[in-house]
T-cell receptor, first 114, second 115 residues
């Protein structure tokens, strides 16, 4: 079945460092792909999305490119800030037209230190 | 998202007590998801409603858990009797628009502690 695999955390970085959080997926066809962010004590918020191959989603300095050939959707940011400390979830939306379900990865905690 | 309101935000109860978690949708929606999040198991889908009918409840842990969506603006998740292992943060979420490929909006969650 459809699934999402993302790197284990925590990822610990100094402020202004480059961030990559890896995400790969298994799915039939071309699902939509998402990155969600969860700040401490809050619910999940959509960070960015891509709906077809080679699309690049971007928001708040974060980017991810839908790579069909490698079935990946890695999250990147050129210079992280302390305020980016959160848990990041990769997710996909299956192509089934009977459901709005999302399939989430296990989440990756990012800790950014000054 | 401001359109999804959960109550209570925090609940502390004793083992064996009944717990009811509530989710209110400001604009109403035909679909709704309940999730549970713990450190050990991460984010788990408990149940999914479409047109106010439970479509997939395979994630509901056991008979102690039940959920209803009596109308497009309201849903409840009930645990009876509660156990310490039910301690978690529970989220409800709604999809944006209809059909596949759409993101979900999450409520702020209810943190449940069962002593």
């Amino acid at each position: 079945g459809d699934s999402v695999t993302q790197m284990e955390g925590p990822v610990t970085l100094s402020e202004e460092a480059f961030l990559t959080i890896n995400c790969t997926y298994t799915a039939t066809g071309y699902p939509s792909l998402f990155w969600y962010v969860q700040y401490p004590g809050e619910g999940l918020q959509l960070l960015l999305k891509a709906t077809k191959a080679d699309d690049k989603g971007s928001n708040k300095g974060f980017e991810a490119t839908y790579r069909k050939e490698t079935t990946s959707f890695h999250l990147e940011k050129g210079s992280v800030q302390v305020s980016d400390s959160a848990v990041y979830f990769c997710a996909l939306s299956p192509l089934s037209y009977n459901t709005d379900k999302l399939i989430f990865g296990t989440g990756t905690r990012l800790q950014v230190f000054p | 998202d401001a359109g999804v309101i959960q109550s209570p935000r925090h609940e502390v109860t004793e083992m064996g007590q009944e717990v009811t978690l509530r989710c209110k949708l400001i604009s109403g929606h035909n679909s709704l998801f309940w999730y549970r999040q713990t450190m050990m198991r991460g984010l788990e889908l408990l149940i999914y409603f479409n047109n106010n009918v439970p479509i997939d409840d395979s994630g509901m842990p056991e008979d102690r858990f039940s959920a209803k969506m009596p109308n497009a603006s309201f849903s409840t998740l009930k645990i009876q009797p509660s156990e310490p292992r039910d301690s978690a943060v529970y989220f409800c979420a709604i999809p944006k628009g209809g059909g596949p490929g759409n993101e979900q909006f999450f409520g702020p969650g209810t943190r449940l502690t069962v002593l």
